[in-house]
């Protein structure tokens, strides 16, 4: 079972995700956690990484999705949950996050989610869902994310009410 699994979704956007990867791998305390992975759910076609990620990456390509689309990240979000947990009863990791490509991290951010979680199974950060992480009974009890909400606010809201409601004492919501 892994401790962390790390998943960022990227939408034809090289060189901001290669900084991301640049900071995680380099600049922050995520190497120092053992048994962890990175995954990264490309939604577009037009898809480098950087030589020196290949190999330290897993890399999903989203082939149902055309690079037309306006995107939908509860969908990227789910993907996360069911490639990072596999199954809620039997889970493959511990800690699933997921996080945008574009955000900034804390040199400390895993020490700190790891922290976190010792408390709560639901964690957010500041910006809505740059950045989320969740053990398996937060996803048991609060569900999948709502793929019928397109417009950001609208699933964030629907997500963490639910979060509120069905899993209130585990959740800590920043946004």
């Not at 901001?16 to 076609?45: A, G, M, Q, R, Y």
């Not at 490509?101 to 639901?122: C, E, G, M, R, S």
């Not at 417009?151 to 004492?169: C, F, M, S, V």
Request: aromatic letters at 10%.
């Amino acid at each position: 079972m892994k401790n962390l699994k790390v998943f960022i979704v990227t939408y034809k956007r090289e060189k901001i995700l290669n900084k991301t990867l640049d900071i995680l791998f380099n600049k922050t305390d995520f190497t120092s956690i053992p048994n962890t992975e990175v995954n990264i759910i490309n939604n577009h076609s037009q898809f480098r990484l950087n030589e020196e990620f290949v190999g330290k990456v897993n890399v999903i390509h989203n082939n149902t999705r055309s690079d037309n689309d306006t995107g939908n990240l509860a969908r990227s979000w789910n993907e996360a949950l069911i490639h990072g947990f596999v199954d809620l009863n039997n889970p493959d990791s511990k800690i699933v996050v997921t996080m945008q490509n574009d955000i900034v991290l804390h040199p400390n951010w895993a020490t700190n989610i790891l922290k976190l979680h010792q408390k709560y199974t639901f964690v957010t950060g500041k910006l809505g869902d740059n950045i989320v992480s969740y053990r398996p009974g937060a996803v048991k009890k609060i569900g999948m994310w709502d793929e019928r909400f397109l417009a950001p606010g609208n699933k964030e809201a629907d997500y963490y009410i639910r979060a509120l409601i069905y899993n209130k004492e585990k959740s800590m919501i920043n946004d």
